[in-house]
């Protein structure tokens, strides 16, 4: 630790630390600040100069951090090791735990008074600094798996645990930074990071890492109640409201920003919380304009809205490019709105060689082996080329039907227009 008094640059990045006498009310990220200490803990006052304010950041170096990453957080200072050490106080000084008092001291009757450290001589275990023991007029302590009964046999940064000396992992529960592993600090009685990370940057699973306290989808977001700038920072269902993550509001509520409600948007400003595509609707609980709710209680998008999936849609289709569309087989005006971009018979459909599963999805009405094929004599057709060639050569389409003209060669009267074929074999 480093006492009180000291002050010192970290990695050749000079944070400014405030005087003993500064303010006790500390600022939350994103707020300006003269000096590390205006910032709450896992913060530094970031960009300051004698003449020119700074901002309260995370991503800043707790205990055992290097000083080259980075500045310090509020209450620690870079050490001659060029490592991130807690302030600490020294003889005489006013303490509540050991780890408030500088290395060679202890809290005594909650006054910071020395102690014998570890190898150096002792007359009793009282003269020896937490976590030593006297033991042959000298102050030691149990390394590393060494056979223990408690926590105070094992040296610092230890523990007792299931008979062997530990030191506790990150997430692990802690009283003091020593009982965690190297690079650790004990922030709030759990072992974090000494660096933590900030909003958004990758996690491993353990949210003791992560400055919000909480890892969702493999990012770090802010808990309940941690420090943040805007909403994307907080984890689901919160946001960021007054500098804190909180929980967001439900579809029709007053709300008086974009970001507070928990299924789609603000709608009026001040106004109410809207749903937003396929959240749940109703009574009470109004689609953000523009959608529609179906009768199953959901929001749909409405056809040329930008979409995802097939399921945001109205009309249930959503196009490869993007936006809803109606399906074949739907009846149409026009072709612009037609996923197929053709509309015959009064329905959206797919032309000769368009994919297919049922004979509804082609426009002549015949799916075969996934592929809209050609119109059979008698069958429908908007064009010639829809209907299929015959023995005869090929069809034309007639009234809106697949059929041979007059003395066109023919097997029987169903290929040809007039219905009749001849003895001759052809088209009467």
Excluded at 74 to 102: H, I, P, Q, W, Y
Excluded at 109 to 118: K, N
Aim: aromatic share 2%; with cysteine.
């Amino acid at each position: 630790m480093i006492a009180l008094a000291a002050a010192g640059a970290c990695g050749g990045k000079k944070v400014p630390t405030r005087p003993p006498h500064g303010s006790t009310v500390c600022k939350p990220a994103g707020s300006r600040c003269a000096w590390t200490d205006d910032c709450c803990a896992l913060l530094a006052c970031v960009g300051a100069s004698s003449d020119v304010q700074g901002t309260c950041q995370a991503g800043c170096g707790a205990e055992g951090a290097s000083c080259a990453s980075g500045p310090c957080c509020a209450g620690f200072l870079c050490n001659s090791s060029g490592l991130c050490e807690a302030t600490c106080l020294g003889s005489d000084g006013t303490c509540k735990t050991s780890a408030d008092c500088c290395d060679g001291f202890h809290c005594s009757g909650a006054v910071c008074a020395q102690c014998s450290t570890r190898g150096n001589p002792c007359q009793t275990t009282a003269h020896c600094c937490d976590r030593l023991t006297c033991t042959g007029g000298s102050c030691t302590c149990k390394e590393a798996n060494t056979a223990c009964g408690a926590d105070g046999e094992c040296c610092s940064g230890l523990a007792c645990r299931g008979g062997r000396c530990t030191c506790a992992p990150l997430g692990a529960a802690c009283v003091v930074n020593g009982d965690c592993c190297a690079g650790l600090t004990c922030d709030a009685g759990t072992c974090r990071a000494a660096t933590c990370r900030s909003s958004g940057v990758a996690c491993t699973g353990a949210a003791a890492d992560c400055c919000g306290g909480g890892c969702e989808d493999g990012a770090c977001c802010g808990t309940s109640g941690a420090i943040c700038h805007d909403s994307v920072e907080c984890c689901r269902g919160l946001y960021c409201s007054g500098g804190r993550c909180g929980p967001c509001k439900s579809t029709g509520r007053s709300c008086n920003d974009l970001d507070e409600c928990c299924d789609g948007s603000c709608q009026g400003l001040p106004g109410v919380c809207c749903a937003g595509t396929q959240r749940t609707c109703g009574a009470g609980a109004p689609c953000c304009q523009g959608l529609t709710c179906t009768a199953g209680g959901t929001c749909c998008t409405p056809l040329e809205w930008m979409c995802a999936s097939d399921a945001d849609c109205c009309s249930g289709a959503c196009h490869i490019a993007g936006f809803c569309c109606m399906p074949n087989g739907t009846a149409c005006t026009a072709p612009n709105n037609c996923c197929s971009g053709v509309c015959e018979f009064g329905k959206c459909c797919e032309q000769l060689g368009g994919a297919c599963t049922t004979a509804e999805d082609c426009c002549t009405g015949v799916c075969k082996d996934g592929t809209c094929a050609c119109s059979p004599a008698g069958g429908k057709c908007a064009w010639g080329g829809e209907c299929c060639p015959t023995s005869g050569g090929s069809m034309e389409c007639n009234a809106q039907r697949c059929c041979l003209l007059i003395d066109w060669p023919c097997v029987s009267g169903g290929e040809c227009c007039s219905g009749t074929c001849r003895d001759s074999e052809t088209c009467a």
